[in-house]
C-alpha cells in the first residue's frame, strides 16, 4: 500500500527564518511527487512536481527537492504570507496512477 | 480562465434529503475526481473517473454517487445524507499524458474553491 508521511504536523516560523518540510513515502515505484499550498477553507494550489531523485524546483521562497524516499520543501526567508497548509502527493508508477495525498504541513509565519 | 468551478460553496441540509454537487471544469481534462476533507484526516478520494462513463471507487465512496455523462461535468451525489457526511468536498481535475510504451500518466491537479457542507 502506498504511503504518505508529512513532518511535522505543525510548524510555526519568524518572518525571515528558513526551514524545510518533509514528505516521506512508501511506493512501489514513483511516477511523479507533487507539492501543494492549500489556504483556509480553500482548495489546494499546484506548486511542483518532481519525477525523479536529485531533481529540484523553485518558485520565489519556495525550493522542492527530492530523493528515493523523501522529499523536502525548503523555505527561505519566509513571510507572513507563506502561511498556509503544504500538501504533498505521490504518483505510483503502477496500478490506477490515483495520488495519495499526506495529511500536510499547517505553517504559520510570523511577522 | 481555466477553471473547476464548484456549486453550491455552501450548503446546510438534513439527513436523508438527497443533495447533489455539481462540479465543472473547461479545461478538457480526462480526469476528474471527488475529495473530502475532515480535520486531522487530510483529503480522502471518494471517487474518480478517467473519462466519459468511466467511475471507480476512492478510500471512501460509501454512501456517495457519480456520474460521468459528458467530459467536463462530475457531480457528487448523496442519495441520503447523513451527519457524518459533513464536510468540506473538493473537486479536481487532471490532464492525462502518455507515457514510456504509451502508459498513462496523470498529471497535476486543478482543484475546485470547495463544498462546505452541513448535514443536521
Known amino acids: 500500500e502506498d504511503q504518505v508521511t508529512q513532518s511535522p504536523e505543525a510548524l510555526r516560523l519568524q518572518e525571515g527564518e528558513s526551514s524545510s518540510l518533509n514528505c516521506s513515502y512508501t511506493v512501489s515505484g514513483l511516477r511523479g511527487l507533487f507539492w501543494y499550498r492549500q489556504d483556509p477553507g480553500k482548495g489546494p494550489e499546484f506548486l511542483f512536481t518532481l519525477y525523479s531523485a536529485g531533481e529540484e524546483k523553485e518558485k520565489e521562497r519556495l525550493k522542492a527537492t527530492l530523493t528515493k524516499k523523501e522529499s523536502f520543501l525548503h523555505i527561505t526567508a519566509p513571510k507572513p504570507e507563506d502561511s498556509a497548509t503544504y500538501l504533498c502527493?505521490?504518483?505510483?508508477?503502477?496500478?490506477?496512477?490515483?495520488?495519495?495525498f499526506g495529511r500536510g504541513t499547517s505553517l504559520i509565519v510570523h511577522p | 480562465e481555466a477553471q473547476v468551478t464548484q456549486n453550491p460553496r455552501y450548503l446546510i441540509t438534513v439527513t436523508g434529503k438527497k443533495l447533489t454537487v455539481t462540479c465543472s471544469q473547461n479545461m478538457n481534462h480526462e480526469y476528474m475526481s471527488w475529495y473530502r476533507q475532515d480535520p486531522g484526516l487530510g483529503l480522502r478520494q471518494i471517487y474518480y473517473?478517467?473519462?466519459?462513463?468511466?467511475?471507480d471507487k476512492g478510500d471512501v465512496p460509501e454512501g456517495y454517487k457519480v456520474s460521468r455523462k459528458e467530459k467536463r461535468n462530475f457531480p457528487l451525489i448523496l442519495e441520503s445524507p447523513s451527519p457524518n457526511q459533513t464536510s468540506l468536498y473538493f473537486c479536481?481535475?487532471?490532464?492525462?499524458?502518455?507515457?514510456?510504451?504509451?502508459?498513462?500518466?496523470?498529471?497535476?491537479?486543478?482543484f475546485g474553491p470547495g463544498t462546505r457542507l452541513t448535514v443536521l
Open positions: 479536481a481535475s487532471s490532464l492525462r499524458s502518455r507515457g514510456l510504451a504509451g502508459a498513462s500518466s496523470y498529471n497535476e491537479q486543478f
Open positions: 502527493a505521490v504518483q505510483a508508477s503502477g496500478g490506477s496512477y490515483i495520488p495519495t
Open positions: 473517473s478517467m473519462n466519459v462513463e468511466v467511475t
